[in-house]
């Protein structure tokens, strides 16, 4: 390998990582669910990646911070300066942040007779997500100097509360919340709704590069 193809390859793209909510309203037959506040606590973000041309890259990022997400709203949250290349695998590892309500969700759950009832979620999670890029080494990405890029990390409200039927919030547990009624789902409230939207954290969050 010539010294211009070993310097092409030291080249870095400054590469944007952002997060969002999507889908923010949710259907339940004939009522709806909708979200117009996400709060997410990210301690970290770790990036890897297995490059064709080149050595591989371990990539890394402290936050320590609260993200506040109002409907469909993108927030800047870091960069990355990836070398470019060509790479075969591309791993992102978000470590949301531990204790109490480290991702919490705000909004309304409106039934068919236009009752309205605040919302609150509280989750405490203390996890590492990975979120794998590249699906196989025949689909890889490409990280060129001259075209930026960007990592968004979306948070999916319609994949995080799926598996709510209509039964589970009709029985819910009523709360007052800023001096509404309203149905609060946390570890001590409504915990048989809290379970169910637990084991659904992993796939709500997906990663793109775009």
């Not at 909510?21 to 004939?30: C, H, K, L």
């Not at 996400?38 to 402290?62: C, D, K, P, Y």
């Not at 993200?67 to 300066?81: A, G, H, P, Q, V």
Request: contains cysteine; glycine residues 6%.
């Amino acid at each position: 390998m010539s010294s211009c193809d070993r310097n092409q390859w030291k080249e870095t793209v400054t590469t944007k990582i952002q997060i969002k909510s999507v889908n923010t309203s949710v259907y339940f037959g004939v009522n709806v669910l909708h979200i117009d506040t996400v709060i997410v606590n990210i301690e970290s973000l770790f990036l890897s990646g297995n490059r064709i041309q080149a050595e591989n890259i371990n990539l890394s990022e402290t936050l320590n911070d609260q993200y506040l997400l109002t409907e469909n709203e993108s927030k800047d949250i870091s960069t990355f300066s990836i070398p470019q290349g060509t790479y075969e695998s591309f791993l992102l590892t978000s470590k949301i942040g531990g204790g109490i309500n480290s991702i919490e969700l705000k909004g309304t759950y409106t039934l068919a007779n236009n009752t309205v009832k605040k919302v609150v979620l509280e989750l405490d999670y203390n996890e590492f997500l990975l979120n794998q890029m590249v699906e196989n080494s025949s689909n890889p990405i490409s990280i060129d100097k001259d075209i930026p890029g960007e990592i968004t990390i979306a948070i999916d409200p319609s994949i995080l509360f799926d598996k709510l039927n209509p039964s589970l919030w009709n029985a819910a547990s009523n709360s007052t919340i800023n001096g509404q009624n309203g149905i609060n789902i946390s570890n001590n409230s409504n915990s048989n709704m809290y379970n169910e939207i637990y084991s659904e954290i992993g796939t709500s969050l997906s990663v793109n590069f775009e």
